[in-house]
């Protein structure tokens, strides 16, 4: 097997894991198969429908770190302008926090909740101790990838703007945030897996990670809230919840070593940031065994949901399916939709972020302007931001847990296949677009009153064309016909041309709303063009002869 750099590195500290009492040369074994196996996954980003096949010995997760060093070079400006540290590194720390522990639970939460390869190991002579040893040092290896490309660049202008003090600083509070992270993350698991068992759990997991999305975004919100920018100077007024914001704790050292400030407030951030990590790990530490324990959940009930279909659900596939085959084949996506963990996992939390986004640009509206000023504005077309969903969710409609069954397809006794892409497209709306423009437009309406009624009908228009025109990533491939391995990047270009797509159509609707009866004549365009467009799009993807 490859013997990987990271882990000779890791082969300095084999002292330091054996006084634990850790088997390092069994830990270094499960690493380096660990690390073998994913670099032999292939990231949808390099996987074009076998037409570009990768080397083996690539790693997807490590070549696809130009993104996040891209991003880096984004949050310079935070480090390099002005010596407003608390401010500065705050925001820096909450962007890091944001976006590392966001792809801590899009990513590794199959790492921290897997016990597959306990049946294998636990039978040979292997300790548990040094089986989790592993895992831990499994995520952290990625994290470190993951946090080094997403902070390099301003690191190290800062370290030249600032100072080699400035260096260490940003090294152990990188380091500190990375273990709050992953001890977080796992510890929220840990208190679901106590209460819950089978189904319910999964279902809770996926419910959490909503939660986390959303509370991250309004987090953002609470932390620029902290602070208050008076004739360009950034001022700083300590208040109790403030001790509840993790990036303060980060960017406080640095304003409290680099500036000389030695406010009481500002010793207690810096000790929260460094204590607080640390009573993280002891703690997870002692829960490890009943964490464990509590996974086995999870591998002993992995039935599916036995829910039955809603009445209201059953009215409304005979009213917006078309014949018995696209019905049948509406009731299959739906349940592939409902019961697949992973589909879940994956699409759910940008739900959450979807119902967030629109309340956080109306929020900003209302911090620079009257809340009067806002209900005379345009603002409501804010509501597209929730069409940011739609390319992620749609792309993802493609996988499946159970994949190898897809040979039932073509053994069918139908004629054409298009009925199935449509009838998935159709459930992704009824069940995950739907109820989230629903309660947006609700809250909408009592903002904005009845005067927008035709705009919103506009937005959810254009939001089901937007979606056709993204179900196109789909041709080529069978809904639920690939396996979830291969779902581990996106097509990150795709992502950003439909992201502007949708700010194209914003931009005409906007423009609409000048013109006398504009919204009418482009509600009518948008119906016929829709109409159109989905009747065009499913007419020859599949057909049998």
């Not at 009573?279 to 829910?307: D, T």
């Not at 986004?357 to 209900?375: C, D």
């Not at 491939?477 to 194209?504: C, H, N, W, Y």
């Amino acid at each position: 097997m490859k013997n990987f750099q990271t882990l000779k590195f890791i082969d300095l500290f084999r002292k330091l894991f054996e006084s634990f009492g850790i088997n390092y040369p069994v830990m270094r074994k499960i690493l380096t198969v660990k690390l073998t196996m994913d670099g032999r996954r292939t990231p949808t980003i390099f996987n074009q429908q076998g037409k570009k096949k990768k080397k083996p010995e690539e790693n997807g997760f490590i070549k696809s770190l130009g993104m996040y060093v891209i991003l880096s070079v984004m949050l310079i400006p935070l480090v390099i302008f002005g010596e407003n540290y608390l401010y500065q590194m705050s925001i820096f720390f909450g962007i890091v926090m944001f976006l590392v522990m966001t792809s801590m639970i899009s990513d590794f939460s199959n790492v921290l909740l897997d016990v597959r390869d306990k049946g294998i190991l636990l039978t040979k002579p292997v300790e548990k101790k040094t089986l989790n040893a592993a895992k831990a040092i499994h995520i952290c290896i990625y994290l470190f990838f993951l946090t080094g490309a997403l902070t390099i660049a301003p690191v190290v202008i800062g370290t030249f703007r600032h100072g080699v003090l400035f260096l260490l600083l940003s090294i152990m509070g990188l380091i500190l945030v990375n273990f709050f992270i992953v001890v977080l993350t796992a510890i929220i698991y840990y208190f679901i897996l106590r209460f819950f068992d089978g189904e319910k759990l999964k279902d809770i997991i996926n419910y959490v990670q909503i939660g986390l999305s959303v509370s991250i975004a309004v987090g953002y919100q609470v932390l620029g809230r902290a602070f208050s920018i008076v004739d360009m100077n950034i001022s700083f007024s300590p208040s109790w919840w403030q001790f509840f914001i993790p990036p303060i704790w980060f960017g406080a050292p640095f304003e409290l070593i680099l500036q000389h400030h030695y406010d009481s407030y500002l010793i207690v951030f810096s000790v929260f940031a460094l204590i607080i990590p640390i009573i993280s790990i002891v703690i997870y530490s002692r829960m490890m065994p009943a964490f464990e324990r509590n996974l086995q959940k999870l591998a002993n009930n992995s039935g599916g949901s036995n829910r039955k279909e809603q009445k209201w659900k059953s009215w409304l596939v005979r009213i917006i399916c078309r014949n018995n085959e696209e019905r049948v084949f509406f009731r299959f996506a739906n349940n592939m939709m409902r019961n697949e963990r992973e589909f879940r996992l994956k699409v759910y939390p940008s739900l959450g972020l979807a119902l967030v986004l629109p309340f956080v640009f109306l929020f900003n509206q209302i911090q620079v302007n009257s809340y009067a000023h806002l209900v005379a504005s345009k603002s409501f077309l804010v509501i597209y931001s929730c069409s940011l969903m739609i390319p992620n969710a749609i792309a993802m409609l493609k996988y499946s847990g159970k994949y190898k069954g897809a040979w039932i397809y073509k053994t069918a006794p139908i004629q054409s296949l298009a009925p199935l892409y449509s009838a998935a497209i159709k459930v992704f709306i009824v069940n995950l677009f739907l109820p989230v423009y629903f309660i947006l437009s609700v809250f909408f309406l009592s903002i904005f009153g009845l005067k927008i009624i035709e705009d919103l009908l506009v937005v959810f228009i254009t939001a089901v064309l937007y979606t056709v025109i993204c179900s196109n990533d789909l041709k080529g491939t069978l809904p639920f016909s690939e396996s979830f391995e291969d779902s581990r990047q996106s097509g990150g270009a795709k992502i950003i041309l439909a992201f502007l797509l949708m700010a194209v159509f914003a931009g005409i609707h906007f423009a609409a709303t000048f013109i006398p009866f504009g919204v009418t004549i482009y509600l009518i365009l948008m119906v016929v063009s829709t109409s159109f467009a989905w009747r065009w799009a499913y007419k020859k993807w599949w057909n049998f002869s």
